[in-house]
């Protein structure tokens, strides 16, 4: 295995404490399933040095105590479940809005995104183990051994997004164990929902009838107005940021490319938190006109992306390529930074656009 010094190396880092970096965006669209090594890392305190030996998780909130397992336990006690799916930042591609006003947060260009096949157990065998039933308003709060502010990191999903057949106690990516700046030994994986929702380096679960009142989950990751400033925001009012929305970007050919005159094959990821992509549309003159693209997309893997390609014919001259996606219910993707700019900078899914140059 590298060293993590040799995959931070590969990879555009934004922060070193807490660690957050993303991968150059041709080498994100190079596989299906994104390597560890080039999967984004988004981290909010240091990264915790845990020993599998000796970890456990708490659960608490079932039918009777509060129960302790090891890494062996839910090995051997749960069937093995892998799925296959896409986690995304919610401020994947905040430098976007960062091009139209001040945002808060780290410059994520399209790259705080991946696909990666999770390997661990349901999380709804693991809760109906402990005699929990699925009820209305009731949430699953984690709590993990990773600190920020001084407080442990902390946040929650509706129990009933728990209790589905895809959300993980995940302990393998891609067929091997998680690495440490992954969430080793075991993390949670809730697909469709923003990475926030997936904490790394569990100790701690209950189900509640309350969400997390974790300053994580009470407090951040909020959408707010335009006109809601920093000073102004009352996390009250914000809406909490779970499903994530429709989205494309351009990886290949990167901004600043010079191509030459005649076919250019321009390939790049789209992806929709619960939704099919049916459609995604291509231009090479700014969005005045569009052509399809084909798409490549696994079976059986509902929450992952879904790969796309066309060749455009690009006379000499500078060009702004421009995507959109289009999901099952006949959705789109507003044109500008502009439409959902907010102070966070979260949630940007407006057309990617790349200018190139095309030489003669």
């Not at 209305?136 to 946040?155: I, L, M």
């Not at 393998?172 to 080793?184: Q, S, T």
């Amino acid at each position: 295995m590298s060293s993590l010094a040799e995959r931070k190396a590969r990879l555009i880092v934004h922060g070193d404490r807490p660690y957050n970096a993303e991968p150059p965006l041709g080498r994100l669209r190079a596989a299906y399933r994104t390597p560890a090594a080039d999967f984004y890392v988004r981290s909010h305190g240091d990264l915790p040095d845990l020993d599998a030996e000796s970890w456990r998780l708490t659960v608490a909130g079932g039918a009777g105590a509060a129960r302790d397992f090891s890494l062996h336990d839910l090995r051997t006690g749960f069937p093995e479940e892998t799925v296959t799916a896409t986690m995304q930042c919610a401020g994947n591609r905040r430098a976007d809005m960062r091009a139209v006003a001040p945002v808060s947060g780290d410059p994520w260009d399209a790259g705080a995104i991946g696909t990666a096949a999770w390997t661990g157990v349901r999380l709804g065998d693991v809760l109906r183990a402990l005699g929990v039933a699925e009820g209305a308003d009731r949430h699953v709060a984690f709590e993990s051994h990773d600190r920020v502010e001084g407080h442990a990191y902390g946040v929650s999903i509706p129990l009933a997004k728990a209790m589905a057949p895809e959300t993980l106690l995940a302990y393998a990516m891609n067929g091997a164990p998680l690495l440490p700046e992954h969430g080793f030994p075991v993390r949670a994986v809730v697909p469709g929902y923003a990475g926030v929702r997936s904490p790394k380096w569990l100790r701690r679960l209950a189900v509640q009838d309350h969400p997390s009142d974790n300053p994580i989950q009470a407090g951040d990751y909020k959408l707010y107005p335009p006109d809601v400033t920093a000073e102004t925001a009352d996390p009250a009012l914000g809406h909490t940021i779970e499903t994530m929305p429709l989205n494309a970007a351009i990886c290949e050919p990167p901004r600043g490319a010079i191509l030459r005159a005649g076919t250019n094959r321009i390939r790049g990821y789209a992806v929709s938190g619960d939704r099919a992509i049916v459609r995604v549309d291509v231009s090479g003159d700014g969005g005045r006109s569009w052509m399809q693209a084909a798409l490549e997309h696994e079976t059986g893997a509902p929450f992952a992306w879904t790969f796309w390609a066309v060749d455009l014919d690009l006379p000499p001259g500078e060009h702004d390529l421009a995507v959109r996606a289009w999901d099952a219910a006949g959705q789109t993707q507003p044109a500008l930074p502009d439409d959902t700019w907010n102070h966070k900078g979260y949630l940007c899914a407006c057309w990617h656009r790349v200018r190139v140059s095309v030489a003669a």
